[in-house]
């Protein structure tokens, strides 16, 4: 079974300009989550999508970041204009559904992308 | 503010040793407790969860141990190998919102040979 894809993989900008990330999640997965992983912290949850709809984004920074999962399947996060505080890895990972029980919602995560923003 | 506090930062272990991680959470509504496992380059991966309706979970050289009454738990890694050399994340939730994760900070984990 494949896992979570995203890409690129690594994204290096100056501070003020725009990048996007891009994540597929395990085929017939309902939930997808973008967490944002600062070095030496653990994963922060920015938005979780049921479906095609937003469930949760109170962490979202929504003055500069937007995110939207299309047709219920892939995810793009984006981050415009970009500060060096966002610096981190972008992890994007889904589960069959949240809601059914806690056996149903594991949570498998991609191997992230990295952005620096100098 | 943190939710959940992970100890300790850092982990040094001798193969075959015991490893032991500790974590703490204030929000009396989470009910759900998994561990994760994370390689450098990789995503976190889980290894281990635990309901609070049971105080104890075992599966091969890992275990998770729940105390309810202090709101700690933490995680035990018999025989420790080499391959277990990463950084471990505690993590809590409801079960109501389970993917909505709070994450410790992580212990990185090292077993000498």
């Known amino acids: 079974e494949a896992g979570v894809a995203q890409s690129p993989r690594y994204k290096i900008i100056e501070k003020r300009q725009s990048v996007a990330f891009w994540c597929n999640p395990i085929s017939g997965h309902a939930t997808l989550y973008w967490y944002q992983q600062i070095l030496g912290q653990g994963p922060k949850l920015l938005i979780q999508f049921q479906n095609n709809g937003v469930v949760d984004d109170s962490q979202l920074p929504k003055d500069r970041f937007s995110a939207e999962r299309l047709k219920g399947v892939d995810s793009t996060l984006k981050i415009q204009p970009a500060k060096l505080e966002d610096s981190a890895v972008y992890l994007c990972?889904?589960?069959?559904?949240?809601?059914?029980?806690?056996?149903?919602?594991?949570?498998?995560f991609g191997e992230g992308s990295r952005l620096t923003v100098l | 503010q943190q939710q959940v506090k992970q100890s300790p930062q850092s982990l040094i272990v001798q193969k075959g040793g015991i490893s032991i991680i500790n974590c703490a959470y204030e929000n009396t509504a989470f009910d759900y407790f998994p561990w994760y496992q994370q390689f450098p380059g990789k995503g976190p991966a889980l290894l281990i969860a635990?309901?609070?309706?049971?105080s104890e979970k075992k599966e091969g050289r890992f275990t998770i141990s729940f105390n309810k009454s202090a709101k700690q738990f933490s995680l035990h890694i018999m025989d420790s190998q080499p391959g277990d050399s990463a950084t471990y994340f505690c993590a809590a939730s409801r079960s109501s919102t389970l993917g909505r994760l709070y994450f410790g900070r992580g212990t990185q984990l090292t077993v000498w040979p």
């Open positions: 635990i309901r609070p309706d049971v």
């Open positions: 990972a889904s589960s069959l559904d949240s809601e059914r029980g806690w056996n149903t919602g594991e949570l498998f």
